[in-house]
């Protein structure tokens, strides 16, 4: 039984087609990841879905109405896990027929990851999924929609299996693209051969003929030269009439120059001496004590709600005696709700105004980053919340510092930017502090991994993990439940 049907769908923006969609159905049961790069129109995709917009052609036909649990953008009063938990459970608290989320691991860390891999896999009813979670995306659908080049795909399995789909479809189209561009060349080649047959005809000796065989032999001649020409035009014409095989489009990786920009050289760019996060009056961690050395790249885990944030603003503000920053150090901070974004500046005056990095290299970095030559004078209010995402790292990774401090920074990426990122942060010559919840991103790019907890801040491999009882998370989701109603 179908719970969505739809025909003939189309929207514009900004003068510019967003998408067209000849035919989408989601029918009862069915457990959608919708994936695809920053800006494509995902989120108003779920906009149409759920009656919020209106699509500018075509109809939509829905039998169940969904529970819709939006992307969080605002995290600046309470932890960003616990507002996204909160929704959570306050939809699956509906048992609904249908459920859509927009990027829900985005926030969480992760026992709360695993949490909620758990939830829906449990829940029964149709699931449609926006994420770039390839963990989660694997543990819970069973089809994919792609959005890319204006138009929808749908592929039959998760994410691991669109991705072999995909490369198996790269694969066929680069060679008929190859037997494609075989066939042109042979009919140019074989239609070049003849018309310089043709050319290279030579004229009769007039002193070697009477005047009838020489009329005869400029008629033979001239009758050969037509059928060499002919016989050219028509392999021009078969090169022509072949069907034409589009190019594979390969995504190039970004490689942001990592040259230019400054190292420290063998200073100590950070060094803490028991210190005690808190939050007013109450108490988030232990003693937490480290030194961070440069050009290390170290990434901080643990808990929602210990202070890992907090811990990265008291840095920053390096007004507290247990803090000791080199006098060396140029911060650079992105943090997660991208404060220092001013959405009425162009993309170019956001990026330009804050690095003294040449303007060629500006424009190629911002490009590496998806953000063309004609998108530049467009201000970051007409972006996606990816794209801002995007753009306030652009702004931080160019500026002139030699500390890179941040804060989720892979939250609402798409997952060719990850990637990027993640190349760039393995070259960085500077040093790196982040806080990610992201199992992969840690992996493929800290050098060292500390946990923050209410015991303090450790080495990751000398915390001890322990796990709650089912009786203690249904109790601690009843808690946080009660808590965000108050």
Do not use: C
């Amino acid at each position: 039984m179908f719970i969505m049907q739809a025909h003939d769908l189309s929207i514009t923006r900004q003068a510019q087609s967003l998408f067209t969609i000849d035919q989408l159905v989601i029918n009862a049961g069915d457990r959608i990841g919708l994936i695809g790069a920053n800006g494509v129109g995902k989120t108003t995709l779920i906009d149409l879905l759920t009656g919020k917009l209106m699509p500018d052609t075509g109809t939509i036909d829905v039998s169940v109405q969904p529970t819709f649990v939006a992307q969080l953008h605002d995290v600046s009063t309470q932890s960003g896990g616990e507002q996204v938990k909160a929704a959570i459970l306050a939809a699956l608290r509906e048992q609904p027929e249908w459920l859509i989320l927009d990027e829900p691991s985005a926030n969480l860390d992760i026992d709360n990851q695993a949490w909620l891999i758990q939830q829906l896999q449990r829940f029964n009813g149709t699931l449609l999924l926006i994420a770039h979670d390839r963990h989660l995306l694997n543990a819970v659908t069973d089809t994919t929609w792609e959005l890319a080049d204006q138009q929808l795909t749908t592929f039959a399995g998760n994410y691991d299996a669109f991705m072999i789909a995909k490369d198996a479809q790269q694969s066929h189209q680069q060679a008929a693209y190859q037997v494609y561009q075989q066939q042109k060349r042979k009919l140019a080649d074989a239609a070049r051969k003849r018309t310089e047959r043709a050319n290279r005809i030579a004229k009769p000796n007039p002193n070697k003929h009477s005047n009838n065989e020489l009329k005869d032999i400029k008629m033979q001649l001239k009758n050969n030269q037509g059928k060499m020409t002919k016989a050219a035009r028509v392999m021009n014409e078969r090169a022509d009439n072949l069907t034409a095989v589009a190019k594979p489009k390969t995504q190039a990786p970004m490689t942001l120059r990592a040259e230019q920009f400054v190292s420290l050289g063998r200073h100590t760019p950070i060094r803490v001496d028991h210190l005690k996060l808190s939050a007013g009056a109450k108490a988030l961690s232990g003693d937490v004590t480290f030194t961070i050395n440069a050009n290390e790249r170290v990434a901080i885990t643990g808990p929602n709600q210990v202070g890992k944030t907090t811990l990265l603003r008291v840095l920053l503000a390096n007004d507290a005696a247990a803090i000791h920053i080199n006098s060396q150090v140029r911060f650079g901070y992105f943090d997660q709700n991208m404060q220092h974004l001013d959405l009425n500046k162009t993309i170019w005056d956001t990026v330009n105004e804050t690095s003294q990095q040449e303007e060629s290299t500006l424009r190629t970095i911002l490009a590496e980053f998806g953000f063309t030559a004609t998108m530049l004078p467009h201000p970051a209010q007409a972006l996606s919340g990816g794209q801002r995402v995007k753009l306030a790292l652009v702004q931080v990774l160019v500026s002139e510092a030699n500390v890179l401090i941040l804060d989720e920074p892979t939250n609402y990426l798409d997952l060719p930017t990850m990637t990027a990122l993640e190349q760039f942060l393995s070259t960085y010559p500077g040093t790196v502090l982040f806080v990610s919840h992201d199992q992969e991103f840690v992996k493929h790019v800290a050098t060292r991994t500390l946990t923050l907890s209410k015991n303090g801040l450790h080495d990751l491999t000398q915390t001890k993990t322990t796990h709650k009882t089912s009786e203690e998370r249904a109790a601690a989701d009843e808690a946080l439940l009660n808590m965000f109603r108050a």
